[in-house]
């Protein structure tokens, strides 16, 4: 079977609802003032680890769980991929080790500390702790889950099948690229559906790895990827999911630290919700783009609220447009 065919989202999507109900879409009167167009949210701030991985865990975890001699996984992340990794393996009582680098968020920290993963820091970026995570897997004896597997993708696709289903007909989705794995689910169940609506990926100008790769056809590094928005802070693209987006997306849209901040800004004072740095970014760049779809309907993921206390503060406390991240 095709492991993205809508079958198989399908049957990923009840495995995800039998543990967390559907997250909801909603248009609000204020964002769609500021966007000039009908704006759809699609609330991935709303499951129980604050974000949209969970999905991909629960049905990953659902499969490693049934091999032989299966005792754990090791994973490398900013947070909500481990927070996904270390909720589902709990379930399954399975081990859990999650390497992040140095200077990750603490209050990611201690989220995934709280639900049972084993923290261990390591190197400046995700990248490097990523790499590492995959070098240590066979001495620990645990699974390496990479950021980017079918199973993954499966378990994202149900938030993309909500939104498809529960919101007036799209013309357009906008999404944060990370590794790939949500914007992937949402081509994935956006063809699977036999649906029209363009997807349009959205990066950071400060972690561009993916917006670059996609222009050039191929995968390009970056040097490094500091950036407010965590989430996307990616500098090497993983080719199965580059594959996908190049084939799937019809463009990806770059945008800065200040634009983030303001849609995180925005989207407190216009609904009263959370969005961290990713979760934000395709407000921001529906923002840049005021106007391309005046008269449309357009989807925004909201991909996760896991911001710490003191960075929100900080954004919200200065609209100036000065610099958010050392």
């Not at 543990?19 to 879409?25: E, L, R």
């Not at 649906?195 to 222009?215: C, D, K, P």
């Not at 970014?281 to 993921?301: D, F, M, N, T």
């Amino acid at each position: 079977m095709n492991e993205l065919s809508l079958t198989a989202l399908e049957r990923a999507a009840a495995l995800v609802h039998q543990v967390i109900p559907p997250t909801p879409q909603y248009s609000w009167p204020l964002l769609n003032a500021r966007a000039g167009c009908e704006l759809w949210v699609k609330h991935e701030n709303h499951t129980p680890i604050g974000a949209f991985k969970v999905r991909g865990g629960l049905v990953l975890l659902d499969r490693l769980r049934s091999r032989p001699g299966f005792r754990g996984v090791i994973s490398a992340t900013r947070g909500n991929h481990g927070q996904s990794l270390a909720f589902a393996a709990a379930r399954a009582g399975a081990r859990c080790v999650i390497l992040v680098p140095h200077g990750n968020s603490r209050e990611k920290n201690a989220a995934m500390r709280a639900l049972g993963a084993e923290l261990v820091e390591h190197g400046r970026d995700f990248d490097e702790a990523r790499e590492r995570a995959s070098a240590l897997a066979a001495g620990e004896g645990l699974e390496y889950v990479g950021p980017f597997l079918p199973e993954l993708v499966a378990g994202v696709a149900s938030y993309a099948l909500e939104l498809f289903r529960g919101a007036a007909p799209l013309d357009a989705v906008y999404v944060p690229i990370g590794c790939g794995s949500g914007i992937c689910g949402l081509i994935a169940a956006r063809d699977a559906l036999g649906l029209a609506t363009r997807i349009i990926g959205v990066v950071s100008a400060n972690a561009n790895a993916y917006a670059q790769s996609f222009a050039a056809r191929r995968a390009v590094e970056t040097a490094s990827a500091v950036t407010l928005a965590d989430g996307m802070a990616v500098r090497v693209p993983v080719p199965a999911a580059l594959e996908i987006i190049i084939r799937g997306a019809e463009r990806i849209v770059e945008v800065t630290d200040a634009e983030v901040a303001a849609a995180m800004r925005h989207y407190f004072t216009d609904t009263h919700n959370v969005a961290e740095g990713a979760g934000a970014a395709p407000l921001a760049a529906v923002l840049q783009e005021r106007g391309r779809w005046r008269g449309k309907r357009v989807g925004i993921i909201l991909s996760g609220g896991n911001v710490d206390r003191e960075v929100f503060a900080r954004v919200l406390a200065d609209a100036s447009g000065g610099p958010l991240v050392e």
